[in-house]
């Protein structure tokens, strides 16, 4: 019994698990994606197509289209971003597709075969807590819970499972706080399933922990080294 309560089960640890099988799960409803909103602080990186050199070496200071060389362009707190040539172009709130079909827009007013490619320069997230603690970058469109703490390692057993917390700001106001239990599978599609730009996922220290060993292994290895201990303790005790 004792060895029972000082490992971790996989109803405690393990992810994906059915909620017909463990109805003490919660159930998570599905929700629709939604596109990331740029925010004032964002950066903001684009490249210029066109077949016109000598525009685009001048919008390139002289690199030409395969430049190394990145510059991004910060909102501003008024929602704008101020392009070399143009002006002011109102970006915040706009998605990522319509900051660019903007941007395209402005261009083509001076270069008519203008093709605008944009995107995040600040793509990460943050993790912190009972984890490998760290900022990552997001190399995909919908990156997921899952695959965020791969990145950082996955989950260690002595984490709090059921109370996942994830910071996500709300531009000038106060940050959302979503908490949730990774080890539904109902997680998935749900409004906790993805990740976004300058989220910090927060994992506590479950409160059990400090009493519990990863493998039945190690629980037996624990107990034989400290029989050891005492034996060897003992045996320097007169009358034992």
Known sequence: MVMLSGCYPHRAVGLLQDNSKNKKLPQYENTEYVPYRIR??????YRLITMDQTISKVMTNGHGASTTDVNSYRV????TIDIPFLEPIHVEELTIEEARQEVERKFREIIPDA??????????????????????????????????????????DGADHKHVR????????????????????????????????????????????????PSYSGFLALITSSVALLISVLNFIPGW
């Not at 004032?40 to 990186?45: A, G, R, T």
């Not at 501003?76 to 929602?79: E, I, P, T």
């Not at 000038?172 to 109902?186: A, K, M, S, V």
Request: aromatic share 14%; hydrophobic share 35%.
């Open 76 to 79: 501003y707190s008024d929602g």
């Open 166 to 213: 994830i910071v996500r700001p709300q531009g000038e106001g106060d940050p959302e706080i979503l908490e949730f239990d990774i080890r539904t599978n109902t997680v998935i599609d749900s409004k906790y399933y993805y990740i976004y730009p300058n989220d910090v996922i927060y994992v506590a220290r479950s409160k059990g922990s400090f009493y519990k060993v």
């Open 115 to 156: 093709e605008i490619k944009l995107s995040l320069y600040n793509k990460t997230f943050t993790v912190i807590g009972d984890i490998n603690s760290g900022t990552y970058p997001i190399y995909r469109d919908k990156l997921t819970i899952y695959q965020a703490l791969a990145m950082s390692g996955d989950l260690r």
């Open 40 to 45: 004032v602080n964002d950066e903001i990186i």
